[in-house]
């Protein structure tokens, strides 16, 4: 069984700065891009970054300069380096992943999601 596990959530001041780490593990044979999405109270899941398996990235319009997605591909781990951080980037945010297990065809995964919370 594949598990995306999110860690590095929390509550920061605006202006601050965090970064979530989402490590895959279980049977992989191979990940492809992986994702973070948020989703805040009342609001919809949004995508916030990718990165694909080849090292291109693209961000959504609300965090470009502000955030950075990076993977290691060694450790099958997703990051993403969180700045400037504004009230309004408060939200659970969710690790998403299209991995191959052995013997079997691409599926999408999901985290159990981390809260960040941006607040004086």
């Known amino acids: 069984q594949v598990q995306l596990v999110e860690s590095g959530g929390g509550l920061v001041q605006p202006g601050g700065s965090l970064t979530l780490s989402c490590a895959a593990s279980g049977n992989i044979f191979n990940i492809y891009t992986m994702r973070w999405y948020r989703q805040a109270p009342g609001k919809q899941r949004e995508l916030v970054a990718f990165?694909?398996?080849?090292?291109?990235?693209n961000y959504a319009d609300s965090v470009k300069g502000r955030f950075t997605i990076s993977r290691d591909n060694a450790k099958n781990t997703v990051y993403l380096q969180m700045n400037s951080l504004k009230p309004e980037d408060t939200a659970v945010y969710y690790c998403?992943?299209?991995?191959?297990?052995?013997?079997?065809?691409?599926?999408?995964?999901w985290g159990q999601g981390t809260q960040v919370t941006v607040s004086s």
């Open positions: 998403n992943a299209d991995i191959q297990p052995p013997t079997a065809r691409v599926t999408n995964y």
């Open positions: 990165v694909s398996n080849l090292g291109s990235t």
